[in-house]
């Protein structure tokens, strides 16, 4: 979602116009307005929407003459492409629409990272890479501009009071669907246990765990954190899962790159590796995490170059529950 040539290529791209229509008749998709899906104004007046063939008004040669980049995508794929950005027009014989034409490992691979065997498929222990059908769920109508932007990028689901709100963080929108009692319609989450972090974490997030809004000061035994983090600070969701893809269990990140946005770049950049094995989260938490005081084997590297957690190689999950008040919080 970050890719700065992308935000380059786009916004030099020559809008779609519908047939029959003049270029300042039918600016209904845009980059100025954020909107790229089609509306029932599509063309002269409405006269385009529902036709299901885009090549009827829109010759190859001219789309997106501006932007060589995004052209070069097009032409390569063709009018499948189409309905990934624009919708299907009111037409349900339109293509389906596709992300994966465009983000995949070859084309767009950093817009985001996929690479991995887990993602979000919205299925408890379901080990596969999303679909385009499953990347619509949370990015329904997402302006593709390269700068993500929570209330534009992000699908808006109703809060628990069941208005379409305002997101807050990426962790408001996770929250949407990840509580006990106003989880959305089609995305249930049923658990037999009243702690299982899918549907706890909402209250973690809130009133317990150290990962969410908190009051800690770092003044513990165990203290210090690498720059880029502070203590009274909100740490996201998207720290430490992965959501389009990882090869950890539980979309823990597997690499640096993937999340903790926050921690400094000469760190965060190197990249560093997360591999969990068993109840060893000791590579992740020490992305964001170096004590001050180097005590319980400390001083040893976790596997992925960095050290300064505690009791390195055995199981984090003993003293740190997610959303559970055990020692200090996770």
């Keep these: 979602m970050k890719n700065v040539a992308l935000i380059t290529l786009l916004m030099a791209t020559t809008l779609l116009y519908a047939c029959g229509g003049s270029e300042s008749e039918n600016r209904e998709v845009s980059l100025e307005s ?7 104004s599509h063309g002269d007046e409405g006269s385009a929407w529902t036709l299901p063939d885009c090549a009827a008004c829109h010759a190859m040669e001219v789309i997106h003459a501006e932007a060589e980049g995004v052209r070069t995508i097009v032409r390569d794929k063709g009018y499948t492409t189409c309905t990934g950005c624009h919708g299907r027009n009111g037409s349900s014989e339109s293509e389906p629409r596709r992300c994966g034409v465009c983000h995949n490992s070859h084309d ?19 080990a596969a890479a999303a679909d385009d059908a499953q990347c619509l769920h ?23 009071t069941q208005i379409v709100s305002r997101y807050g963080s990426v962790s408001d929108f996770c929250l949407r669907c990840h509580n006990r009692d106003h989880q959305q319609v089609g995305f249930e989450i049923t658990s037999s246990r009243f702690d299982n972090p899918l549907i706890a ?15 800690g000061s770092g003044s513990r035994i165990y203290a210090g954190l690498r720059e880029g983090y502070q203590y009274q600070t909100a ?10 893809g990882t090869d950890n269990a539980k ?25 969990v094995s068993g109840g060893d989260y000791s590579q992740l938490c020490v992305l964001c995490h170096q004590m001050s005081v180097l005590l ?8 992925n170059g960095l050290a300064g957690v505690h009791e390195v190689g055995s199981d984090c999950r003993v003293c740190h529950t997610h959303g559970e008040a055990v020692q200090a919080g996770l």
């Design 201 to 215: 974490i909402e209250d973690a997030f809130h009133f317990v765990d150290q990962h969410g809004l908190i009051d």
């Design 251 to 275: 979309l823990i990140i597997d690499n640096s790159l993937k999340g903790v946005a926050r921690l400094d770049a000469s760190i965060r950049e190197a990249p560093h590796n997360v591999t």
């Design 138 to 160: 949370c990015h329904v109508a997402s302006d593709m501009d390269g700068s993500f932007e929570l209330n534009r990028d992000l699908t808006g689901y109703p809060d628990a």
């Design 34 to 40: 954020g909107n790229l899906i089609l509306a029932a």
């Design 108 to 126: 767009l691979p950093q817009a985001p990272q996929l690479q991995g065997q887990h993602a979000h498929t919205f299925t408890v222990g379901d």
């Design 296 to 303: 319980d084997d400390g001083h040893l590297d976790t596997g």
């Design 235 to 244: 740490v996201s969701c998207t720290d430490c899962h992965a959501m389009h």
